[in-house]
């Protein structure tokens, strides 16, 4: 069978919406949450199937061009959040990241600026599979921090405690940082393998870095002021700003024509 | 400790302007580079005069706010702001006031040089406190800590060894020769007006003789355009972009069919015969007779359609020669109010084979591609670029060049360590996630 995107996105879409329903029925239901997971999980396994779909008729990682990127976020993400809301029993969770899931797959029906079959040389390499996913990964985390910053601000506003919350977003930033380093650090091996130096301060590696800094500054304030919860929130905004700008901004720069990432 | 955050903020800002002030008056040239063995002596003074503060009584409360977050944090946040200014604006040329105070290579800048060397210092003193009173439950964060300053330290003190050379070889024809750009010196008489940049011949420890080329492309891919000529986007591409014998496209109301397909083709009278060179070769060209029927209005039109030859990858003066005696223009099939043809297909893999002979005499024979870089005793040599050069008016075939860079870098098992230290710290950092406080469960 052959998915087509717009088809693929439709159903995906609408399983969340079913799923976001279950989610918020004014019932006690236990069974109406079970089928809540079933549907995100299974809009999750759609996402897959189509990425596995598109790697078949592409005949190479669909991981080069943004859209591609946006597909494997789309699909990341709310798995990141399904896995979290299993654990940690917080439903609202798993509904944000179907949420900024669908957006990116909508942006894909306007701009599907993928499926062109070709790989210049410099991506056919074994660093390309590993640094791109390992990215997509923890970008996919520290998008669920923003999650967490959201979610801060509205029980800010009702003058609850964010101590827990904020716990938790720390988790994911340590997760999601850690993996920035291993993606940022596979980048510069692979960079020396292609390009003989492991860092050419390109936009792209600037920005990688800009936002990379940034979180690890966050963690050092977290850990030095543990109290200031309404400024740990809007640095994780300015943190994730920082990050898509270094993803999907830095085409639009002044520096962009110096770039070699662009895609 | 002396100093909270809006002094230690204060303090650095100061550093970073009179690192503006230095480059107004130092002209804009950046800070030196440093090249050993100047830079291995400001390695050393760098450590000894870190090292004894750490043992002076009265420097102590200082260097506990060195190493404080107080420290680390704002020096982080400059340092941020100044990569960021780096990452924005195009680095590396310009004749502003942006350029006169450094913005256009802020990576040399002093201001930048000033910020690093705090963040560095901060990450030294981090790292002494925490060796002096060494516990195993800290090689998580010495792992980091040490890790990411020798990559931020050697890293950028490293720059000046990097040696980096371009080698142009042609079919059996070996040389020794690299070439360099360098930026041109007082004394020198520039060639032209408002030279720059002047290139400067080295001789390298090996020679390399190119024995063979090879070039592989994608097929061509099939191209819509509409009445004005620009181009229609199609969902065609996801199933099957690239034109192949027989392959059906629909567009529109129409069916087109691929009946024949020469990657390389040459015209002959109205018709095209094989032809093959390199897909960069000047002269390349792809063709495709295409069969197009409407399936409203039972339409049909066939022809042929070609992606022409101008290519974009050879120097101008030299695509300009090329095209007299090449050109050779894409060519369309009108269908209705749009047009299809063929585009220029995309470079796959391209290899030179090449023989390389060492001071001893002895020779090596190896393939170098691109991510597939051929190591030679410290030296690295890259597959970079290729293109076809007419060197002389009188010869007639266009000459095939291949480029590849020869680099070396004294310093890169040192950063390498970082580079893994760094990793090993953060698979620390995954782990010690397990150690956080569990939260209410809600």
């Known amino acids: 069978m052959n998915l087509a995107l717009n088809l693929v996105v439709k159903i995906v879409v609408s399983l969340w919406i079913l799923a976001a329903i279950c989610y918020y029925l004014p019932s006690k239901k236990q069974y109406l949450k079970t089928f809540a997971v079933i549907f995100s999980f299974s809009a999750i396994i759609f996402l897959c199937l189509y990425?596995?779909?598109?790697?078949?008729?592409?005949?190479?990682?669909?991981?080069?061009?943004?859209?591609?990127?946006?597909?494997?976020?789309?699909?990341?993400?709310?798995?990141?959040?399904?896995?979290?809301?299993?654990?940690?029993?917080?439903?609202?969770?798993?509904?944000?990241g179907q949420l900024m899931a669908s957006v990116f797959l909508i942006t894909n029906l306007i701009h599907p600026d993928y499926f062109d079959m070709t790989l210049m040389p410099a991506l056919q390499s074994y660093w390309f599979v590993p640094h791109v996913i390992i990215y997509m990964i923890a970008y996919a985390l520290l998008a669920s921090t923003l999650m967490y910053a959201v979610r801060g601000f509205y029980l800010h506003k009702k003058g609850e405690n964010l101590r827990f919350l904020l716990i938790r977003a720390d988790v994911l930033v340590y997760l999601g940082f850690s993996l920035a380093t291993f993606g940022i650090t596979f980048g510069a091996l692979w960079a020396k393998e292609a390009w003989g130096s492991y860092w050419a301060w390109d936009p792209k590696e600037t920005w990688a870095l800009v936002s990379w800094l940034c979180y690890l500054t966050y963690i050092h304030f977290r850990y030095r002021f543990p109290n200031k919860q309404y400024s740990a929130l809007w640095f994780l905004i300015i943190c994730f700003i920082l990050l898509l700008i270094g993803w999907l901004g830095v085409d639009y720069m002044p520096s962009a024509r110096q770039s070699m990432h662009s895609y | 400790m002396p100093f909270g955050y809006a002094?230690?903020?204060?303090?650095?800002?100061?550093?970073?302007?009179?690192?503006?002030?230095?480059?107004?008056?130092?002209?804009?040239?950046?800070?030196?580079?440093?090249?050993?063995?100047?830079?291995?002596?400001?390695?050393?003074?760098?450590?000894?005069?870190?090292?004894?503060?750490?043992?002076?009584?009265?420097?102590?409360?200082?260097?506990?706010?060195?190493?404080?977050?107080?420290?680390?944090?704002?020096?982080?946040?400059?340092?941020i702001i100044l990569i960021a200014i780096a990452?924005?604006?195009?680095?590396?040329?310009?004749?502003?006031?942006?350029?006169?105070?450094?913005?256009?290579?802020?990576?040399?800048?002093?201001?930048?040089?000033?910020?690093l060397l705090f963040v560095c210092t901060a990450l030294f003193y981090t790292i002494l406190k925490k060796l002096m009173r060494f516990k195993v439950k800290y090689i998580g964060f010495l792992l980091r800590h040490i890790g990411f300053f020798i990559i931020l330290f050697f890293g950028?003190?490293?720059?000046?060894?990097?040696?980096?050379?371009?080698?142009?070889?042609?079919?059996?024809?070996?040389?020794?020769?690299?070439?360099?750009?360098?930026?041109?010196?007082?004394?020198?008489?520039?060639?032209?007006?408002?030279?720059?940049?002047?290139?400067?011949?080295?001789?390298?420890?090996?020679?390399?003789?190119?024995?063979?080329?090879?070039?592989?492309?994608?097929?061509?891919?099939?191209?819509?355009?509409?009445?004005?000529?620009?181009?229609?986007?199609?969902?065609?591409?996801?199933?099957?972009?690239?034109?192949?014998?027989?392959?059906?496209?629909?567009?529109?109301?129409?069916?087109?069919?691929?009946?024949?397909?020469?990657?390389?083709?040459?015209?002959?009278?109205?018709?095209?015969?094989?032809?093959?060179?390199?897909?960069?070769?000047p002269a390349f060209l792809s063709a495709a007779y295409l069969k197009a029927k409407n399936v409203r209005t039972k339409e049909e039109k066939e022809g042929w359609v070609t992606c022409g030859n101008v290519r974009s990858n050879t120097p101008d003066i030299t695509r300009m020669l090329m095209r007299l005696q090449y050109y050779f223009p894409a060519t369309y099939l009108d269908i209705g109010e749009y047009s299809v043809t063929i585009g220029q297909p995309g470079k796959k893999r391209f290899a030179s084979f090449i023989t390389m002979q060492n001071e001893e005499g002895k020779k090596i024979e190896k393939i170098v591609e691109v991510n597939k870089p051929f190591k030679y005793k410290s030296w690295y040599l890259y597959q970079t670029n290729c293109h076809f050069r007419l060197l002389a008016p009188k010869s007639n075939e266009p000459l095939r060049v291949s480029t590849l860079q020869a680099v070396r870098d004294p310093w890169l098992k040192v950063v390498y360590i970082g580079f893994f230290m760094l990793l090993a710290g953060s698979i620390h950092l995954i782990w010690s996630v397990r150690k956080f406080p569990k939260g209410q469960k809600k």
Request: with cysteine.
């Open chain 1, 51 to 96: 990425i596995v779909q598109l790697w078949m008729t592409l005949e190479r990682p669909p991981l080069r061009t943004k859209g591609e990127t946006r597909l494997l976020y789309a699909t990341l993400v709310p798995l990141i959040a399904l896995i979290i809301h299993l654990r940690l029993k917080t439903y609202w969770f798993a509904i944000y």
């Open chain 2, 7 to 79: 002094p230690t903020f204060i303090l650095i800002i100061g550093f970073v302007l009179v690192g503006f002030a230095l480059e107004i008056a130092t002209g804009s040239n950046g800070f030196p580079k440093p090249i050993a063995p100047l830079n291995l002596s400001l390695i050393v003074i760098y450590f000894l005069i870190l090292i004894s503060l750490n043992f002076v009584k009265s420097f102590r409360k200082y260097i506990n706010w060195l190493s404080s977050i107080t420290m680390a944090v704002s020096s982080a946040i400059v340092y």
């Open chain 2, 87 to 115: 990452g924005f604006l195009p680095q590396g040329g310009g004749d502003n006031l942006l350029q006169k105070i450094g913005f256009t290579h802020m990576i040399s800048s002093w201001p930048y040089v000033f910020s």
């Open chain 2, 156 to 281: 950028s003190l490293s720059v000046g060894n990097i040696e980096k050379y371009n080698i142009e070889l042609f079919i059996d024809s070996p040389t020794h020769q690299g070439f360099y750009f360098d930026k041109l010196r007082a004394n020198e008489i520039p060639e032209f007006p408002d030279q720059k940049l002047i290139k400067r011949n080295v001789s390298l420890p090996f020679s390399l003789e190119m024995k063979r080329f090879e070039i592989d492309n994608y097929p061509s891919e099939i191209l819509f355009y509409d009445s004005l000529g620009f181009p229609v986007k199609t969902k065609l591409k996801k199933e099957a972009g690239f034109v192949g014998i027989d392959k059906t496209f629909n567009f529109k109301d129409w069916e087109i069919t691929v009946k024949k397909y020469l990657e390389s083709a040459t015209p002959r009278k109205d018709d095209f015969i094989p032809y093959e060179i390199d897909c960069d070769h």
